[in-house]
């Protein structure tokens, strides 16, 4: 069998009567976003729970080294060089033509290549484990012990995610999210409710990590059998590996490399600047305002993974005004999320983590900060998404990855000479990013879709903007009038404002098909409902509307 080219020309449209209807997955986005969305609520409930849980039973300490475990670890997923990430993109690529020989290729030579990656995984994972008290036996103390045992634990369920990564970019690929999300969310519940047990039985944070190692191996080996029994026809083994393919899973990683570089210098590192500078403690109260928005910026991606492969099959089928429409639907819907969840960390910041998490944990000034900051990054990355289908993700990822090269060398500062604490921490993440992703990736990415950068961000942004005016005003009025009584105001602004959020959401964002469905369900008729907007994808039926 011939190797496939790596061109990334376009191919002409494949007739309907040589494929499957919409292999492109538009017709399937809405549906993949919602699940993915509803999966994610076991992630944000799980999210909630375990950091209170782990700072009740064993301490803010233990809870700052478990998060620095993280941090260390989370390293090592650069190894695999973002090929994984290339699965996807290949999978809907060539399903739309037709090419299930090459589906078997890129997924066999991803396996292959990133088999080699774990094995690297696994022997660094060992030697930092031994290295660690070196460098960090002062600030972890008495830790140091349960910090090596969870490195060495969580190091290991990382190697395995990654030698068997190629088969959920098969599902995705498929635009199966839903499964893919089955899946995720259903072992994930799974590993809370162990973990939760652990607790209760008064045992420590290496019997966590091991039940954190046992629920990962589980989904990934759930991933391997749905994506064989998906994908008809794929065959995995050794005959099937191509240096063609490699080299293209790899070029294409390499482009994908610098965002999740990015990433890691913004938070693992500024993790690990924070416990050399102020402690594991210190870690703990920085760390949970920044899983608030980090709980953002998963709902967000869920859009956003869905994004990628339908633009890399509308960009092989020639779709171009598809693509624009695609875009500005998708930066749409995630201002949606990213809009109304900043404003109510920015102004109900203090109150949610006093509910949260205690007294200690109540800093809203550093959880206005952290939200604020991380806005335009969440905002924009059905954008980098988009460009990622477009394998024309090289440019932004490395004005992301400059800008987190700054950051560190901010934060370094704040830490050090200026001595500004957590909240300079936060700033000095935040201003870079805000810059990078406001300014060069618009620009860019409307450059590459043909869109003036003021007709996407009028479009885009502006319905999400009208509509969560309401939200704020209720928010700003209930902590003003309820100022002694922040939980009482939390709860007040939050339900009157999401009230009138839900009803702007309902008339001016959801699409006229996704009205109709739920009237559907529920069988009622609301008299605000005839306006419609283009729904998610671009598809337009005949009267214009979102169809």
């Keep these: 069998m011939t190797s496939p080219s790596a061109t990334e020309a376009p191919a002409p449209p494949i007739s309907n009567a040589t494929e499957p209807p919409d292999l492109t997955g538009r017709s399937r986005m809405a549906w993949n976003v919602i699940i993915s969305w509803a999966g994610q609520m076991v992630f944000i409930v799980a999210g909630f729970i375990m950091p209170r849980m782990i700072d009740r039973k064993l301490g803010q300490e233990t809870l700052g080294i478990?998060?620095?475990?993280?941090?260390?670890?989370?390293?090592?997923?650069?190894?695999?060089?973002?090929?994984?990430?290339?699965?996807?993109?290949?999978?809907?690529?060539?399903?739309?033509?037709?090419?299930?020989?090459?589906?078997?290729?890129?997924?066999?030579?991803?396996?292959?290549?990133?088999?080699?990656?774990?094995?690297?995984?696994?022997?660094?994972?060992?030697?930092?484990?031994?290295?660690?008290?070196s460098f960090w036996g002062e600030r972890l103390g008495d830790g140091i012990g349960d910090a090596q045992v969870v490195l060495l634990t969580l190091g290991a369920s990382l190697a395995i995610q990654i030698a068997l990564a190629a088969f959920t970019g098969v599902i995705t690929g498929c635009h199966r999210w839903d499964i893919h999300n089955y899946i995720k969310a259903g072992w994930h519940a799974a590993t809370l409710v162990g973990m939760i047990v652990v607790l209760q039985l008064g045992l420590g944070i290496?019997?966590?990590?091991?039940?954190?190692?046992?629920?990962?191996?589980?989904?990934?080996?759930?991933?391997?059998?749905?994506?064989?029994?998906?994908?008809?026809?794929?065959?995995?083994?050794?005959?099937?590996?191509?240096?063609?393919?490699?080299?293209?899973?790899?070029?294409?990683g390499v482009k994908t490399l610098a965002p999740r570089l990015a990433n890691l210098l913004l938070n693992q590192t500024s993790s690990i600047l924070v416990v050399t500078y102020l402690g594991p403690a210190a870690l703990a109260l920085y760390s949970r305002p920044r899983s608030l928005a980090q709980h953002t910026h998963m709902l967000v991606s869920k859009l956003s993974f869905v994004v990628m492969p339908t633009a890399s099959a509308m960009h092989s089928a020639s779709r171009r005004e598809e693509l624009r429409e695609l875009l500005v639907s998708a930066t749409r819907y995630a201002a949606c999320i990213s809009l109304p969840l900043t404003i109510g960390l920015a102004i109900m910041g203090g109150p949610l983590m006093l509910l949260w998490m205690g007294p200690e944990y109540a800093n809203g000034t550093l959880v206005a900060l952290v939200a604020l900051g991380n806005f335009a990054m969440f905002t924009l990355m059905p954008a980098m998404s988009l460009l990622t289908g477009l394998n024309a993700h090289g440019r932004p990822g490395m004005v992301h990855l400059s800008a987190a090269v700054c950051s560190v060398g901010l934060v370094i500062l704040a830490l050090g000479p200026l001595k500004l604490g957590l909240e300079g921490v936060a700033l000095a993440v935040g201003l870079p990013l805000t810059a990078a992703y406001g300014g060069y990736v618009v620009v860019h990415t409307c450059k590459r879709v043909e869109i003036p950068w003021t007709t996407f961000l009028g479009r885009s942004l502006g319905v999400p903007m009208l509509c969560t005016v309401p939200l704020a005003a209720c928010l700003i009025a209930s902590r003003l009038f309820m100022s002694a009584q922040p939980l009482r105001a939390l709860w007040l602004g939050s339900v009157s404002g999401g009230i009138l959020l839900a009803i702007a959401y309902w008339r001016y964002v959801l699409s006229a098909q996704v009205?109709?469905?739920?009237?559907?369900?529920?069988?009622i008729r609301y008299p605000f409902c005839r306006l419609s907007t283009t729904s998610l994808g671009g598809h337009k039926g005949h009267n214009g509307t979102g169809g």
């Design 515 to 523: 009205r109709r469905h739920i009237h559907g369900r529920v069988g």
């Design 206 to 252: 290496r019997s966590l990590a091991l039940v954190s190692l046992i629920g990962l191996v589980l989904t990934d080996l759930n991933h391997v059998v749905c994506a064989l029994v998906l994908c008809r026809g794929m065959q995995v083994g050794l005959r099937f590996v191509r240096l063609a393919m490699i080299r293209d899973a790899f070029s294409f």
């Design 66 to 133: 478990w998060d620095f475990s993280w941090s260390m670890v989370a390293y090592f997923g650069l190894i695999q060089m973002g090929v994984g990430s290339s699965v996807s993109r290949y999978v809907a690529k060539y399903r739309a033509r037709g090419q299930i020989d090459s589906v078997s290729s890129i997924v066999s030579s991803v396996m292959f290549l990133q088999s080699a990656m774990a094995l690297v995984i696994l022997v660094l994972t060992g030697l930092l484990a031994y290295v660690l008290p």
